[in-house]
């Protein structure tokens, strides 16, 4: 994965001109004045570890998975949010830990666990390093230093219940690597976040994440019916039913707590019979208010698809459900025609997977076309399903050309769903003067829907700051707002002070018990989700 970027770097690739073009003529984005540094210019601070300690740690899991190199550092600095990438492409690895530990085993995690929170070494769990939410930079202010805890030698698929429909892995499998492993039994986890290629189900977990087919797979935290959580007070082990009336359920204290209250050393995950048919396809409605209605008639009456993502006027306009056609000719951005990427309107994308796809699409096909929606056909759902994993490189691209580009998240109730999107479009406005603004429903509900933003203005002479300013000013827009501060990003460091007014002072008095007894030490990621005293 590429240290400053996203992804292959072999896939990565310049703008078009037509494109440079339009944000030049359009936003008036200009080349930034200096080039992106290369791995060997990032500067990095001395490592603080001393050798006994260092020592200590090879003594738990073996000299040659304790790395204190340039190159392993770099690559365990911060994960691949906007500011994430916009540092490192400056050459700034201030952030970096004094050293990179991969333990092979739970037994060996709970030893180094329990060595550093006796020598005061802060700890950050290192899955595929995706976080997008300032997840992965610890506050070392107090520590002896930093590890990164990298978790990809704990990778193997446990077992397989078929039964009862449950597999154990370890936490460092990546995503592409259990569905291979499943697929060849005839199974799948059916989680396809835009992270699905370089994360790890540890990570998926940690951060409660969401894929693109939760309309019909569910969350991860939907998946989890069991886990083992090694900790410095002790190990936790999770999950003996599929249910259970035994008090509070304290998986969900574990899924979403991003590495502050242990290390996730095991999954016990629910996994579904491979789908033998799939069937994308797209719809056009007359605008944005007509669309969610179509959206939430399905999410509330069914049939639900497997898929399911609405995109507004502006997104439908760029074609960003199409990252890969992006100024690629007739069809890109701003491309006319209702079925190209482009065009007028708003884009639906619905996909079936699975058993009685025919019936499921006729009866949810009706539902669309009752409130308005007009069939463009497979098309535009193929090409959705084909550059679904694309658009972090198009991010890279557009950073490159001396735009700003950054996502975030948001989710409400159905009914103040049109005060939420208002909320946030006029914050981004408000901060950043003319950006574009481009929005879509990711994933739904009975009860709500979240709303996914893309954010696109030129740099300006310090870009990080210039997105910390429009941040601040849209977390609290949301907040006003009553929408959540995030629906399935996490909340790391960015989000810290929005979940602290989120949850309110009992709560977060109980996350910073349960810190306190779990990591009493604090060496788990500190800084990390735990709104501060």
């Known amino acids: 994965m590429s240290w400053s970027g996203w992804g292959d770097p072999a896939r990565a690739r310049e703008l078009p001109e037509p494109v440079r073009a339009l944000l030049r003529d359009l936003l008036g984005v200009r080349a930034p004045g ?125 077992f397989v219940d078929e039964e009862s ?43 409660r994440s969401s894929g693109q087919a939760s309309a019909g797979y569910g969350r991860f935290d939907d998946l989890v019916v069991g886990l083992t959580l090694a900790t410095p007070s002790g190990t936790l082990e999770l999950g003996r039913a599929p249910k259970s009336a035994a008090g509070p359920d304290l998986r969900q204290l574990v899924l979403g707590s991003e590495g502050a209250f242990g290390v996730i050393t095991s999954l016990r995950l629910r996994v579904r019979r491979a789908p033998g048919e799939r069937r994308y396809e797209g719809w056009r409605f007359a605008s944005f208010a007509e669309g969610s209605a179509a959206v939430r008639a399905l999410a509330q009456e069914g049939p639900l698809p497997t898929v399911l993502r609405l995109s507004d006027e502006t997104e439908t306009m760029i074609g960003l459900a199409k990252p890969d056609e992006i100024g690629a000719g007739p069809g ?116 709500g829907a979240s709303l996914y933003f893309t954010v696109v203005t030129p740099q300006d002479a310090d870009p990080v700051a210039q997105w910390e300013r429009a941040k601040t000013a849209v977390s609290a827009a949301i907040v006003a707002a009553g929408g959540t501060i995030t629906h399935h990003h996490g909340v790391g460091r960015d989000h810290l002070d929005a979940y602290a007014s989120e949850i309110g002072p009992v709560g977060a008095g109980i996350l910073r018990a349960v810190k306190a007894e779990l990591d009493p030490a604090g060496i788990l990621n500190p800084g990390v989700l735990v709104p501060r005293d």
């Open 34 to 158: 200096t080039p992106a540094a290369t791995l060997e210019e990032v500067v990095l601070p001395a490592v603080t570890l001393p050798e006994p300690l260092l020592g200590a740690l090879a003594g738990v899991v073996g000299a040659e998975h304790v790395l204190t190199g340039h190159e392993a550092r770099v690559r365990h600095t911060r994960g691949k949010s906007t500011p994430d990438l916009l540092r490192m492409r400056a050459g700034d690895g201030s952030a970096a830990p004094d050293a990179v530990v991969l333990p092979g085993s739970h037994e060996e995690v709970a030893e180094l666990l329990e060595l550093c929170s006796r020598e005061r070494v802060a700890v950050v769990p290192f899955g595929g390093g995706t976080s997008v939410v300032g997840g992965l930079a610890a506050d070392r202010s107090g520590f002896a230093g930093v590890v990164a805890l990298d978790l990809r030698r704990l990778g193997r698929l446990l």
């Open 165 to 207: 429909m449950v597999a154990g892995f370890e936490p460092g499998a990546r995503a592409p690597e259990a569905e291979r492993l499943l697929a060849a039994r005839g199974l799948t986890l059916g989680h396809f976040p835009q992270s699905f290629e370089y994360a790890t189900l540890g990570g998926f977990a940690a951060a």
């Open 332 to 447: 890109g951005a701003g491309g006319s025609g209702s079925g190209g990427a482009g065009g007028s309107g708003c884009l639906l994308i619905a996909g079936y997977e699975g058993a009685r796809v025919a019936s499921r699409h006729a009866a949810a096909s009706a539902v669309l076309a009752r409130l308005g929606g007009e069939p463009l056909g497979p098309e535009p759902g193929e090409a959705w399903e084909h550059g679904r994993f694309s658009a972090p490189y198009l991010r890279d691209s557009l950073l490159a050309a001396g735009a700003t580009v950054e996502t975030l998240e948001t989710a409400g109730f159905w009914a103040n769903l049109p005060r939420l999107y208002d909320a946030v479009r006029l914050a981004l406005l408000g901060a950043l003067g003319s950006p574009l603004v481009m929005c879509h429903i990711s994933h739904v509900y009975e009860t």
